[in-house]
């Protein structure tokens, strides 16, 4: 398949991360999709943040498990940005076409998640990932057709034992671990690769020629600035 680039955050390092803004805007300079995180709110809510606190991103303290849907909505993202939920995310990028990665982030968000993304008839356009693999595992047990990846902080002996231990479809690595032959040897299992930090043209490249499936950036407009 074409190499599709995905905005890491929406456009971190252009816009307040895991906001409607910072979503809006990669996906308006041609990115094909985001990847956003998800936790679960102390009423069960489905939120995008990254951190299980909200101490970096926002200017209130705090679990995000320990706080309301409406509590975390009042604090500031950024920019005057909200924490939106993950409905409100989904419609945005339906609405743009997009595609969609949601890491999950917290434990038993998975069934949620799922039932979400289906009842908004957009499971085709969504891929579960997670560094969590037992996340991942009880996903593609709730439902096998899901899509999902395999996070991995580093390149182990068997990355694609793992990924079919998980029944996973793919795996998600850093730029630093990845190599023509990790991306062979997925594709030769029909396995899809994902790989993030690209922050530069001469990265993103590089990583469009090995044939990598998915390249996330955290600088949207490197993307609209590419001659292709």
């Known amino acids: 398949m074409k190499t599709k680039f995905i905005g890491h955050r929406g456009a971190r390092s252009e816009s307040p991360e895991n906001t409607l803004m910072g979503i809006k805007f990669a996906l308006e300079q041609g990115l094909a999709g985001v990847e956003i995180d998800v ?11 990254h951190d299980a606190s909200v101490n970096r991103t926002t200017g209130g303290e705090g679990l995000v ?26 419609d945005l990028v339906k609405a743009h076409n997009g595609i969609l990665f949601i890491e999950l982030k917290a434990s038993g968000c998975e069934q949620k998640v799922i039932e979400l993304i289906k009842a908004k008839d957009f499971a085709p356009s969504c891929i579960l990932k997670s560094f969590n693999h037992h996340f991942i595992k009880r996903a593609k047990t709730i439902d096998p057709s899901i899509k999902a990846q395999c996070l991995m902080y580093a390149l182990p002996i ?5 990924i079919n231990a998980c029944e996973a479809d793919g795996i998600s690595i850093s730029t630093i671990h ?3 032959q990790l991306v062979k040897a997925c594709h030769k299992k029909n396995l899809f690769v994902t790989t993030w930090n690209a922050n530069d043209h001469e990265t993103l490249n ?8 998915y390249v ?3 600088f949207a407009t490197l993307i609209s600035s590419m001659p292709f």
């Open 206 to 213: 590089k990583f469009k020629a090995m044939g990598v499936d």
């Open 216 to 218: 996330c950036t955290d």
């Open 39 to 49: 936790h679960l709110s102390s009423d069960g809510e489905l939120m995008v943040i």
């Open 158 to 162: 068997n990355p694609v034992e793992i």
């Open 65 to 90: 498990l320990e706080l309301n849907c409406k509590d975390l909505k009042n604090l500031d993202a950024g920019e005057g940005e909200e924490i939106p939920t993950l409905a409100e995310v989904i």
């Open 178 to 180: 990845l190599d023509e």
